[in-house]
């Protein structure tokens, strides 16, 4: 079956402006990440929905950046008046449920900001 | 909050020779230990896992480690061979209210031919 899929692959952008960076989810999968990933950094935690219940937004580095999944499958990351720093690779994962599972990443979509 | 260390950040060893990678949590009720591979330009990719009911975990030339106690655990790589070149990255889990998974910085290991 297919895996996770993100949108768009690579973004280029004014500092700024605002981005959407979109995730859909392996079918069934109830348990969705985003993480970001600067240059030869690690896997920065952003936000994590679960089902129905209310997101993990513990991550989210300011209130520039917010995050949507409808219906429990496609999810959304926006970023408002992007910053340079604001560049990097944003990662979505999702996994069978909440319990201790395999993450399926995505390729990843890399924004880069001027 | 939860909060991973990993320790080297940067490893190279001859091929043939053993690697270890290191981490501590701060979380005591985390309970579950993904260790995740990244090839360069590639998505991160479950290798191992281990979960806190049990000290040791082997598959095939890899193994993980856990010491609840000190809360620590690791990834030991034997005969390393070239296309283990790569980015690991430990993770810990917390309880099953949190549900998020917290990684570590990552791993550069890079084995001599």
């Known amino acids: 079956g297919a895996g996770v899929s993100q949108s768009p692959s690579n973004k280029v952008t004014e500092k700024g402006k605002d981005v959407e960076l979109r995730c859909d989810p392996i079918?069934?999968?109830?348990?969705l990440y985003w993480y970001r990933q600067s240059l030869g950094q690690g896997l920065e935690f952003l936000i994590y929905?679960?089902?129905?219940?209310?997101?993990?937004k513990s991550g989210l580095p300011s209130d520039r950046f917010s995050a949507e999944r409808t219906g429990g499958s496609v999810s959304t990351l926006t970023i408002q008046r992007t910053q340079q720093e604001d560049s990097a690779v944003y990662l979505c994962?999702?996994?069978?449920?909440?319990?201790?599972?395999?993450?399926?990443f995505g390729e990843g979509s890399r924004l880069t900001v001027l | 909050g939860e909060n991973v260390e990993q320790h080297p950040s940067t490893l190279s060893v001859q091929e043939g020779d053993s690697a270890v990678i290191k981490c501590t949590y701060s979380d005591s009720a985390s309970n579950y230990f993904p260790w995740y591979k990244q090839e360069l330009g590639k998505r991160p990719q479950l290798i191992i896992d281990i979960r806190s009911n049990v000290g040791e975990k082997k598959d095939q030339r890899i193994a993980v480690t856990l010491n609840k106690t000190a809360k620590h655990f690791s990834l030991h790589i034997t005969e390393t061979q070239p296309e283990d070149s790569a980015v690991y990255f430990c993770?810990?889990?917390?309880?099953?209210?949190?549900?998020?998974?917290?990684f570590g910085q990552g791993t550069t290991l890079q084995v001599k031919p």
């Open positions: 079918s069934g999968h109830t348990a």
């Open positions: 993770a810990a889990h917390g309880s099953s209210n949190t549900g998020k998974l917290i």
């Open positions: 994962a999702s996994s069978v449920d909440r319990g201790q599972r395999e993450l399926f």
């Open positions: 929905f679960q089902g129905n219940s209310a997101p993990d």
